[in-house]
């Protein structure tokens, strides 16, 4: 930033109003020139390219995992791993691509709802961030147990304050309209989605809490179910159906080794 403000155009009408369409272009070309604005542009690209690919991998990784545990829409078809290309979560993949690329098409479309998507964006993750440090202060003083790297009882809880003061702070910038310096309403809607959605917020989110509450027990009540047949024939397995203690010795015909349910294996 200091560079930036060092080397930028005065006239800042000229920078934001640039014939590029993108200010910081506009910078570049006022203090470099072309070959270097073409140089520095091309790194810019990169650089956003392999951060896409981290942030990819990341929310892959995690739309995965609620997948698996069957908390996701559609968790069914976004479930299975992909043994062809290396036992990753190719539809997951994929669908995190196409989500990214449908909210990429926000800035063409309406670039106000994108700005009012984006910075709620912020929001929620420092929000994300702070409910953990939040409770970890308030009330997980007697069970929260230090990591290697740990600041002791005296510096740990002040740190922990001023990291909540900074996240709420950070959530109430991120409200704030861009335009300026009078911003008016027809020129900041983003600010309309905001309420919005602040004010919809409960509503939504205490039914769908209900809901997956209700379809996780429903979840725990068929793992058990199935977790105890599993163990039931495990043991038919070992000891037979009558408990005749087979152990050690290997099935004597395919139509024994069908009954006890693991066809072409023997025995331990």
């Known amino acids: 930033m200091i560079v930036i403000a060092a080397t930028i155009n005065p006239d800042l009408s000229s920078v934001t109003g640039s014939k590029f369409g993108q200010p910081m272009a506009q910078i570049y070309y006022d203090a470099v020139g072309k070959n270097g604005t073409l140089g520095l542009m091309s790194l810019l690209f990169i650089v956003q390219f392999m951060m896409g690919l981290s942030i990819l991998v990341a929310a892959s990784r995690q ?8 908390a996701l829409p559609f968790s069914g078809f976004f479930r ?12 997951t993949i994929w669908g995190c691509v196409f989500l990214a690329a449908i909210l990429g098409l926000l800035c063409l479309i309406a670039p106000a709802a ?21 409770a970890r202060v308030v009330w997980g003083q007697k069970k929260f147990k ?23 702070f950070g959530i109430l910038l991120s409200m704030f309209p861009v335009g300026g310096p009078n911003p008016t309403r027809k020129s900041c809607p983003h ?14 989110t205490i039914p769908c809490s209900i809901l997956y509450e209700l379809y996780r027990r429903h979840q725990l009540r068929n793992l058990d179910r199935s977790t105890s047949l599993l163990l ?21 015909s395919a139509a024994e080794r069908h009954h006890y349910g693991w066809v072409g294996h023997q025995r331990p």
């Open 146 to 168: 230090p990591g290697p790297f740990y600041t002791g009882d005296r510096f740990s809880i002040p740190i922990a304050w001023s990291a909540l003061a900074f996240l709420v």
């Open 63 to 70: 739309t995965w995992a609620f997948s698996r545990d069957g």
């Open 232 to 252: 039931r024939r495990r043991t038919e397995m070992v000891h037979g159906p009558e408990g005749n203690h087979r152990r050690g010795r290997p099935y004597r």
């Open 191 to 204: 600010d309309r989605t905001h309420l919005l959605i602040f004010l919809h917020h409960p509503r939504l």
């Open 114 to 134: 994108a700005q009012a998507l984006f910075s709620l964006a912020v929001a929620g993750n420092n929000f994300a961030w702070g409910v953990p440090i939040f």
């Open 80 to 91: 299975p791993i992909s043994r062809r290309f290396g036992y990753i979560p190719l539809r």
